[in-house]
């Protein structure tokens, strides 16, 4: 009772608390994105935002729906969907355009408050208030909010209509059934959610879903006979109507198997056997999860379901996959947050920061909704409320190994983050060449200024520039890549300290590139060095150089080629007590500093600036090691070890057991240190 009394109170928040003021932060942000989401399609000229609604917009700039539906090719939606928008014949399109816009903002805010309340309790008040925010944002964030946005359509309703009607089936059915109905009349693959309903025992509210569905259809047969035969019959439910099918924006098995190359009666054969197979699959998963009280996943599951089986799921539709992130896997606490940044990263980010730029791992970016939407419907085992591991997952201790897909997954998204905000740092080309003429100036006077004489002993001796300009283009980055490996491998402690210090290292080696924008010598114009790499620069075009377009060859200041090296050669030497090796690793980051002025991409300060980031990168994670959340955690008292010691006390004194000499896959304790016992000296985050 103590117990239970203690978490409902930490389930509340005070506005005056820390709690509270974090609350209050991410209510502001997901306010921040919302108004930033409505600003960027209401700021586009009116022939470009709302594209799909202009295909409602009659000459007068008023809707009409007195037309053919499908003569022009771009709407996709049921005669219904069109039959609801008579109401709106006499607005103007301007006064349209920011009414549709606000008006789908709150139908997004209304289905992250739904999604929450939706979540399986118990859950305390303080978790669903900070949970309705997070929802928000993400919503508004996934590419198919985005989208819908855009585009202007209603793709957010349907989806609405069926968490409310999952909600309520057991307290009203018929409202229910008619939320449901009402829902697949606007999205007809929503019909399956009725046998969902049917088999977790609402079989009223399914046969209300069934008979209201007839009945939108009828009436829009009634007003619209010849779209209605359009689209149902022509059509086949609209297949093939909109982008062609084999689009990747059409997540569905359908456009993957055309994808692929597959055409004719052996692909509509082979889509229906997997379309059969997944729908029987996934709707007895949902089932079992809605019995289970996770009605929020069943949802999302059957969702899944409907976008890998309908012919054409187009973006906007794809909203479903992104509510399967509530779903928990794994029985680690540490693996519990793979499925969801899984999840948010797929349904947020373009398919080519997922994977990278090699053709054989292509088709797993282009289509990685589909993927997250079969993982979800037809193969995660999601943990249930009745097992141990619902609320206690085993704990992932910073002696553990961390787990490898999130690894690979924020290490990719990582990479990807720090290439584009390179990309995006200034770039402009005086600010920068006069930065490079005050780097200069500062090394002339210090004496330190060697580039010019080291980059010519470097060009006229042949073989010594080829071999710089391949240690330049390679180690940079197969060295730290080998380095984590082993480390993961080898040394899973270290690894938590190792990669945690490279990512503040490089976040602050961003900064310095957004504060500072410097010209590297070799695109400093008049002052004879020679770019080894890319030959000679035409100064009197604006956009000279090989590479700038593709990246921003500004963001010389600091260095992080001479970080990077620097920081191989601190873990090197950490980690082996090998003379030769410790010997190797501290020579990479001399040979890198000579090789970046070599080949005229750095000057000296450039490196100074690299030794400096790696520096203080290391002076943060051992800050956040010793005062950061694993090691407040580490710090709290925890009841369970008492009343463990206690039971320990009264069964006797334990069998002796060997000191423990390592960690997790055998690491060993670095010199100098003694072995953790149980928790180490600097826990990882």
Excluded: K
């Amino acid at each position: 009772m103590a117990d239970t009394e203690r978490r409902g109170a930490a389930g509340e928040l005070r506005w005056g608390s820390r709690g509270g003021l974090a609350l209050v932060a991410l209510w502001l942000l997901a306010g921040a994105l919302a108004a930033r989401q409505a600003a960027a399609v209401l700021r586009q000229p009116p022939e470009r935002r709302l594209t799909d609604l202009a295909a409602w917009l009659g000459d007068q700039g008023v809707l009409e729906v007195s037309g053919p539906l499908y003569d022009g090719g771009t709407f996709t939606g049921t005669p219904f969907s069109g039959m609801v928008l008579r109401p709106l014949a006499n607005a103007a399109e301007q006064t349209l355009g920011v009414a549709w816009t606000f008006g789908t903002l709150l139908l997004v805010v209304a289905l992250g408050l739904v999604a929450v309340t939706a979540l399986p309790g118990p859950a305390g008040r303080g978790v669903r208030l900070a949970a309705a925010p997070v929802a928000i944002s993400l919503l508004v964030l996934s590419v198919p909010v985005r989208n819908t946005f855009h585009l202007g359509q209603t793709s957010i309703i349907p989806v609405l209509l069926v968490l409310c009607g999952l909600l309520y089936a057991a307290r009203s059915p018929r409202g229910a059934g008619t939320a449901v109905g009402v829902a697949a009349a606007l999205q007809p693959t929503v019909l399956l959610f009725v046998p969902l309903l049917w088999t977790t025992g609402r079989r009223r509210a399914a046969a209300v879903s069934g008979g209201v569905f007839a009945g939108c259809t009828a009436l829009a047969w009634a007003v619209m006979p010849s779209d209605s035969w359009t689209y149902w019959v022509h059509h086949l439910a609209g297949a093939g109507l909109g982008a062609p099918a084999d689009a990747q924006a059409n997540q569905s098995l359908h456009g993957l198997l055309l994808r692929l190359g597959l055409r004719g009666p052996l692909e509509i054969a082979l889509f229906a056997a997997l379309a059969g197979a997944v729908a029987v699959v996934g709707l007895r998963r949902a089932a079992r999860y809605a019995l289970d009280g996770q009605l929020l996943l069943a949802a999302a599951l059957t969702g899944c379901v409907a976008v890998a089986v309908s012919p054409a799921a187009w973006q906007h539709q794809q909203l479903w996959i992104l509510l399967a992130a509530v779903g928990r896997v794994g029985r680690r606490s540490g693996d519990r947050l793979v499925w969801p940044v899984f999840l948010v990263l797929v349904m947020t980010l373009d398919s080519t920061a997922l994977v990278p730029h090699i053709a054989v791992l292509a088709p797993l970016g282009e289509n990685a909704p589909l993927i997250a939407a079969l993982l979800a419907s037809c193969v995660l085992p999601f943990v249930s409320r009745s097992s141990p591991l619902w609320d206690a997952p085993e704990r992932s201790g910073p002696l553990s190994r961390p787990n490898l897909m999130l690894e690979l997954l924020l290490i990719r998204v990582g990479y990807w983050l720090y290439s584009l905000i390179r990309s995006l740092a200034p770039d402009g080309r005086e600010l920068a060449e006069a930065h490079g003429r005050q780097i200069l100036a500062i090394e002339d006077a210090l004496g330190l200024d060697v580039e010019h004489w080291l980059n010519h002993a470097v060009v006229r001796a042949g073989p010594l520039e080829d071999a710089m300009n391949s240690y330049y283009s390679s180690l940079h980055f197969l060295v730290p890549i080998v380095l984590l490996a082993v480390l993961y491998v080898r040394r899973p402690v270290t690894y938590r300290w190792a990669r945690t210090s490279l990512s503040f290292a490089t976040l602050l080696g961003l900064v310095g590139f957004w504060l500072y924008p410097l010209a590297p010598p070799r695109l400093m114009p008049g002052l004879g060095y020679v770019d080894t790499a890319h030959g000679p620069q035409n100064f009197d075009d604006p956009d000279f150089g090989v590479l700038t377009g593709i990246s921003n060859q500004y963001a010389a200041m600091p260095s992080l080629h001479v970080g990077w090296s620097l920081w191989c050669a601190v873990v090197i030497i950490r980690i082996t007590p090998n003379v030769w090796l410790r010997v190797l690793g501290a020579l990479h980051p001399v040979l890198t500093t000579v090789v970046v002025m070599g080949t005229a991409n750095h000057y000296l300060l450039d490196a100074a600036g690299g030794v400096a980031v790696v520096a203080a990168g290391f002076g943060i994670t051992r800050l956040w090691l010793r005062h950061g959340p694993a090691a407040r955690a580490a710090e709290q008292p925890v009841e369970q070890g008492e009343e463990q010691g206690q039971r320990a006390e009264r069964a006797g004194p334990p069998e002796a057991a060997p000191e423990p000499a390592g960690t997790e896959g055998g690491e060993a304790a670095p010199e100098g240190e003694s072995a953790p016992a149980a928790v180490p000296r600097n826990p990882g985050p």
